[in-house]
């Protein structure tokens, strides 16, 4: 019961992010939720370097004139910037005792980010992976990326 309404709780706090309506400010547990779960869903299997990169991301963007405004958690949830959230909200819940050990990281990482002593290993604000890069390469926005840094399978840059 817990569960389904942290779950409820955020999908209308997500609402709150992109404006339609101001009566429900997001808690810091709520936005730490919405980052982890970000982080779990697109660097899970990357590593811990690989998901402090995508971390360092959000971060860098949270942190940039463009997407201050929308903090951390709105920069999670905007909308086709991570796929994991482009039909909303994806509540992360880890059954497998890898997935597990991930989820415990991004609980930790994201928690950093959200009480400010995150520090982020790449100066990028794009990312994505070495095989979409190859099919995308000519998309508007990838085309401009300037590479940074390669961990894993994903190249990081910024546009």
């Known amino acids: 019961m817990k569960n389904l309404f942290v779950i409820i709780t955020i999908l209308i706090s997500s609402i709150s992010v992109f404006g339609a309506t101001k009566k429900h400010k997001m808690t810091q547990e709520e936005i730490t ?11 899970r299997g990357e590593g811990e370097t690989g998901i ?3 971390a360092s991301i959000i971060w860098n963007r949270a942190h940039e004139k463009r997407w201050s405004k929308l903090g951390l958690a709105g920069v999670c949830l905007q909308k086709k910037q991570f796929e994991c959230h482009n039909k909303g909200f994806k509540q992360a819940n880890p059954i497998k ?3 597990k050990k991930a989820w415990i990281y991004c609980q930790k990482i994201a928690k950093e980010m959200t009480d400010g002593t995150f520090k982020p290993i790449t100066t990028g604000n794009h990312y994505l992976t070495v095989k979409l890069f190859n099919k ?3 998309s ?3 085309k401009k990326m300037i590479e940074t840094k390669i961990i894993g399978n994903h190249i990081f840059g910024r546009c």
């Open 136 to 138: 995308v390469s000519s």
């Open 52 to 54: 402090k990169a995508v």
């Open 140 to 142: 508007h926005w990838a």
């Open 97 to 99: 005792a890898l997935d």
């Open 33 to 43: 939720n919405v980052v982890a779960s970000t982080l779990y869903f697109e660097a």
